[in-house]
């Protein structure tokens, strides 16, 4: 659910040349005023109560975050948590800046180089923060996580993925998990069982292509889908994790057997036909929905997506099970996952209320597994759950991803988590042109490294 | 000046609220790109200056940017070439053979106020594959002409044409509205005169319309080019520059480079490339019409 990207259609505006252009965000838009709105009808009611009870100041905290439908279990549990805290703190005004994910981001980076960061806002792990991190955008939270025992409630380990020179910035909502579900029903009807290695998979995809099932989908529009993908093959290729730490470290380089490797077998996928026709104009949303209106047998995707698959109609009468990626040649052990640790709630170093801001993050945070919990949407959250999930009513899906969440032994994060952007875009794009053509592997592999080496 | 017997300064006090505005809004923009086209800088951190480095990768070792250039210019050249003239035709025969032409005109502009993500979203479907509903190649297939289905947003060869034909569909309407409002302003005294003397039909266009619509048409054309130029939004919509660059163009290109790779500075250079070429593509397409309008005047 965390890292989801909703590109629902191109919004931008390019910088400096303020080239303007049309926005089509109307959910997201639509909503982040709904909610503004909504904080500002409880200002009159603080007032009131501050003037009565305590003394204390009249404060606004910013709150950016990228939860703006409001169909959106995370939305709802969002408003209830800060309308519990407004209630508990009058004299607190909580603003929701709503906005979706590449729209924040965008609107981030823009406020960054102004130094205008909002009082929260929503960062990416590892990499993809580090420039923020190294502008000294954000206040260390150290301190904070002690604070009502914050610091346990995550899982352990995830912290690290946040955390620079010692110091943590942010405090992930979510942690998930590549994982690859399945149309039961036209697995059937092709006669082919869940693969256990990837060769088994391509038959499986030559076998559904035969009989006319769609054998996967993709959105490689948004060309980090297929990354994602690709990466999994590679953790397998490489025999376990931290490829990219080592051509980082410059023990390794792309023109490695392993990478190159990777790139072979899923060049094989995709000349077995196992992507939908046009797949690089589908973006996220619309590759995903071709699963979940039951038209593909196979979807690689992170946990995030169990919720929305879970009550689209495809999973009627638990239709849609879950695998682990199975090994590629031999290669790689199955326990060993894509990890997507989710983005992260960092606090502006220069907000004007830094302490009270600190304060709401930490009962937001504390709240936050109850109430995602009982929302359903506690699938592949970052915080220990306490409850039964059964019995609270998950399916059998969830269910399943909850055990593949069990068996987890370690794995590798997304590139552009790992990586530079420069490097990334290279890797996203050489990722993208497989899906449109046939490449040798070892041009590919190159063209990478030279791309690396120019944005070390 | 002196006609209207007010002083300088008082015109200059009218004039400055104004050209404040426009100083702020597009000159001091553009200097502030100048500088920051010479840095090294992600758009967030320190930033490093570098002179001319930024241009000198750019024009050497940018495997996008020539790419973008030439696609750039190909939607100009079809912009201005194709749907140009193709506006002017259309808009002669609505004045010459319609009589309410009014209806006519609206419904060719339609497209023009939709806005580019729903003409986006609509193209795509239209493009899609047969077995995802796609209209042309549906046709196609029940033509019984499946060899010439293709899929035409991803490959790389003929994407860049199927978006550049979204492109000229939707704005011919716009340059039909333009010519037409040229041609309804010549004097109809004139193609009287002319029919008198017994230019009438076609060659009182040749003879009259074209002449006569030059300025108008230049116009046209500024519009068309500058507009190629800035494309970008309908590029992000349909197929965000992939697959794999194929469809990048040099507003897209500067987009990426900005604020997806995070490099501000590169992405600065690539913007006061672009101001360049508007720039002096400007004053070639004012040089030519000048020429023109001698000729004909």
Redesign the interface.
């Given at each position: 659910m965390t890292k989801r990207k909703m590109k629902w259609?191109?919004m931008?505006m390019?910088?400096?040349?303020?080239?303007s252009?049309?926005?089509?965000g109307g959910g997201g838009s639509g909503t982040t005023n709904n909610a503004s709105g909504d904080g500002g009808k409880t200002e009159p009611a603080a007032n009131a109560s501050t003037d009565s009870s305590k003394p204390a100041e009249n404060i606004t905290i910013t709150f950016q975050n990228i939860y703006p439908d409001a169909s959106d279990p995370k939305n709802q549990m969002m408003k209830k948590i800060v309308d519990a805290y407004e209630k508990e703190h009058p004299n607190v005004k909580i603003e929701l800046d709503s906005l979706n994910t590449d729209q924040q981001k965008?609107k981030l980076?823009t406020q960054?180089?102004s130094k205008e960061v909002p009082d929260i806002t929503v960062v990416n792990p590892a990499a993809q923060m580090q420039?923020?991190v190294?502008?000294d955008?954000f206040a260390p939270l150290n301190d904070m996580v002690e604070q009502n025992g914050l610091k346990d409630t995550f899982q352990s380990g995830i912290l690290d993925y946040y955390t620079f020179d010692g110091n943590l910035y942010a405090l992930p909502d979510g942690n998930n998990i590549g994982v690859v579900y399945y149309n039961k029903k036209l697995m059937e009807e092709g006669g082919v069982k869940v693969p256990t290695t990837f060769e088994e998979m391509l038959e499986a995809v030559k076998t559904l292509k035969g009989k006319g099932i769609q054998p996967m989908v993709i959105g490689?529009?948004?060309?980090w889908t297929g990354s994602f993908l690709f990466m999994n093959i590679l953790l397998r290729t490489n025999g376990g994790p931290g490829f990219l730490k080592d051509v980082l470290d410059g023990k390794k380089t792309f023109e490695d057997p392993a990478y190159v490797a990777a790139i072979k077998a899923f060049e094989d996928l995709v000349q077995a036909g196992a992507f939908?026709?046009?797949?690089?104009?589908f973006?996220y949303n619309a590759g995903e929905n071709l699963f979940k209106t039951g038209k593909a047998a196979m979807y690689y995707m992170g946990s995030w997506a169990t919720g929305g698959i879970e009550t689209a109609e495809v999973s009627k009468d638990g239709n849609v099970g879950v695998f682990q990626f199975p090994t590629v040649g031999g290669k790689g052990n199955p326990d060993e996952f894509m990890l997507a640790p989710g983005s992260a709630f960092a606090i502006s170093k220069d907000s004007e209320h830094l302490q009270e801001t600190k304060d709401f993050l930490n009962y937001f945070m504390l709240n936050f597994p109850k109430e995602a919990f009982e929302a359903k949407g506690a699938v592949g959250i970052a915080q220990n759950v306490d409850g039964d999930f059964k019995a609270a009513g998950y399916s059998d899906m969830a269910m399943n991803v909850l055990d593949l969440f069990k068996k987890v032994k370690g794995g590798d994060l997304a590139f552009d988590n790992t990586m530079n952007?420069?490097t990334?875009?290279a890797h996203l794009?050489?990722t993208?042109?497989l899906?449109?053509?046939q490449k040798d592997p070892a041009e590919v592999a190159k063209e990478l490294q030279a791309a690396y080496e120019?944005n070390k | 000046m002196n006609v209207l017997k007010v002083s300088r300064w008082t015109i200059a006090a009218f004039i400055l609220p104004c050209l404040i505005v426009y100083v702020g809004l597009v000159f001091v923009p553009i200097l502030v790109s100048l500088y920051s086209g010479m840095l090294d800088w992600n758009g967030i951190g320190k930033s490093t200056f570098v002179g001319f480095h930024n241009y000198v990768k750019m024009f050497t070792h940018d495997s996008v940017f020539w790419p973008s250039v030439r696609r750039t210019f190909t939607l100009a050249g079809f912009s201005m070439l194709v749907q140009v003239p193709i506006a002017l035709f259309v808009a002669v025969l609505i004045t010459r053979f319609v009589r309410r032409p009014n209806f006519l005109v609206s419904s060719y502009f339609l497209p023009v106020i939709l806005s580019v993500a729903i003409i986006g979203q609509l193209w795509k479907t239209i493009y899609n594959p047969a077995s995802m509903g796609g209209m042309i190649n549906g046709i196609l297939t029940s033509l019984g002409l499946e060899s010439w289905t293709h899929s035409w947003l991803t490959e790389p060869k003929i994407a860049i044409y199927s978006i550049i034909l979204v492109s000229l569909w939707q704005y011919l309407g716009y340059h039909i509205l333009i010519q037409f409002t040229g041609i309804q302003n010549i004097p109809s005294e004139i193609y009287e005169a002319a029919k008198i003397d017994g230019a009438d039909g076609f060659k009182a266009d040749r003879y009259i319309t074209l002449p006569m619509v030059l300025p108008i048409l230049k116009i046209s054309i500024v519009l068309s080019f500058i507009g190629s130029l800035q494309s970008f939004d309908l590029i992000m919509v349909m197929t965000g520059g992939g697959p794999a660059h194929a469809t990048e163009v040099l507003a897209s290109h500067m987009y990426n480079m900005s604020f997806i790779t995070m490099k501000y500075g590169y992405g600065s250079a690539i913007a006061n490339v672009l101001i360049a070429m508007c720039l002096i593509a400007t004053v070639l397409i004012n040089a030519l019409f000048n020429r023109l309008d001698k000729r004909y005047s």
């Amino acid at each position: 659910m965390t890292k989801r990207k909703m590109k629902w259609f191109g919004m931008a505006m390019t910088g400096v040349l303020a080239f303007s252009l049309s926005a089509c965000g109307g959910g997201g838009s639509g909503t982040t005023n709904n909610a503004s709105g909504d904080g500002g009808k409880t200002e009159p009611a603080a007032n009131a109560s501050t003037d009565s009870s305590k003394p204390a100041e009249n404060i606004t905290i910013t709150f950016q975050n990228i939860y703006p439908d409001a169909s959106d279990p995370k939305n709802q549990m969002m408003k209830k948590i800060v309308d519990a805290y407004e209630k508990e703190h009058p004299n607190v005004k909580i603003e929701l800046d709503s906005l979706n994910t590449d729209q924040q981001k965008l609107k981030l980076k823009t406020q960054a180089a102004s130094k205008e960061v909002p009082d929260i806002t929503v960062v990416n792990p590892a990499a993809q923060m580090q420039p923020f991190v190294d502008a000294d955008l954000f206040a260390p939270l150290n301190d904070m996580v002690e604070q009502n025992g914050l610091k346990d409630t995550f899982q352990s380990g995830i912290l690290d993925y946040y955390t620079f020179d010692g110091n943590l910035y942010a405090l992930p909502d979510g942690n998930n998990i590549g994982v690859v579900y399945y149309n039961k029903k036209l697995m059937e009807e092709g006669g082919v069982k869940v693969p256990t290695t990837f060769e088994e998979m391509l038959e499986a995809v030559k076998t559904l292509k035969g009989k006319g099932i769609q054998p996967m989908v993709i959105g490689e529009k948004d060309s980090w889908t297929g990354s994602f993908l690709f990466m999994n093959i590679l953790l397998r290729t490489n025999g376990g994790p931290g490829f990219l730490k080592d051509v980082l470290d410059g023990k390794k380089t792309f023109e490695d057997p392993a990478y190159v490797a990777a790139i072979k077998a899923f060049e094989d996928l995709v000349q077995a036909g196992a992507f939908q026709d046009g797949a690089t104009s589908f973006d996220y949303n619309a590759g995903e929905n071709l699963f979940k209106t039951g038209k593909a047998a196979m979807y690689y995707m992170g946990s995030w997506a169990t919720g929305g698959i879970e009550t689209a109609e495809v999973s009627k009468d638990g239709n849609v099970g879950v695998f682990q990626f199975p090994t590629v040649g031999g290669k790689g052990n199955p326990d060993e996952f894509m990890l997507a640790p989710g983005s992260a709630f960092a606090i502006s170093k220069d907000s004007e209320h830094l302490q009270e801001t600190k304060d709401f993050l930490n009962y937001f945070m504390l709240n936050f597994p109850k109430e995602a919990f009982e929302a359903k949407g506690a699938v592949g959250i970052a915080q220990n759950v306490d409850g039964d999930f059964k019995a609270a009513g998950y399916s059998d899906m969830a269910m399943n991803v909850l055990d593949l969440f069990k068996k987890v032994k370690g794995g590798d994060l997304a590139f552009d988590n790992t990586m530079n952007p420069g490097t990334t875009q290279a890797h996203l794009s050489g990722t993208q042109s497989l899906f449109v053509e046939q490449k040798d592997p070892a041009e590919v592999a190159k063209e990478l490294q030279a791309a690396y080496e120019d944005n070390k | 000046m002196n006609v209207l017997k007010v002083s300088r300064w008082t015109i200059a006090a009218f004039i400055l609220p104004c050209l404040i505005v426009y100083v702020g809004l597009v000159f001091v923009p553009i200097l502030v790109s100048l500088y920051s086209g010479m840095l090294d800088w992600n758009g967030i951190g320190k930033s490093t200056f570098v002179g001319f480095h930024n241009y000198v990768k750019m024009f050497t070792h940018d495997s996008v940017f020539w790419p973008s250039v030439r696609r750039t210019f190909t939607l100009a050249g079809f912009s201005m070439l194709v749907q140009v003239p193709i506006a002017l035709f259309v808009a002669v025969l609505i004045t010459r053979f319609v009589r309410r032409p009014n209806f006519l005109v609206s419904s060719y502009f339609l497209p023009v106020i939709l806005s580019v993500a729903i003409i986006g979203q609509l193209w795509k479907t239209i493009y899609n594959p047969a077995s995802m509903g796609g209209m042309i190649n549906g046709i196609l297939t029940s033509l019984g002409l499946e060899s010439w289905t293709h899929s035409w947003l991803t490959e790389p060869k003929i994407a860049i044409y199927s978006i550049i034909l979204v492109s000229l569909w939707q704005y011919l309407g716009y340059h039909i509205l333009i010519q037409f409002t040229g041609i309804q302003n010549i004097p109809s005294e004139i193609y009287e005169a002319a029919k008198i003397d017994g230019a009438d039909g076609f060659k009182a266009d040749r003879y009259i319309t074209l002449p006569m619509v030059l300025p108008i048409l230049k116009i046209s054309i500024v519009l068309s080019f500058i507009g190629s130029l800035q494309s970008f939004d309908l590029i992000m919509v349909m197929t965000g520059g992939g697959p794999a660059h194929a469809t990048e163009v040099l507003a897209s290109h500067m987009y990426n480079m900005s604020f997806i790779t995070m490099k501000y500075g590169y992405g600065s250079a690539i913007a006061n490339v672009l101001i360049a070429m508007c720039l002096i593509a400007t004053v070639l397409i004012n040089a030519l019409f000048n020429r023109l309008d001698k000729r004909y005047s």
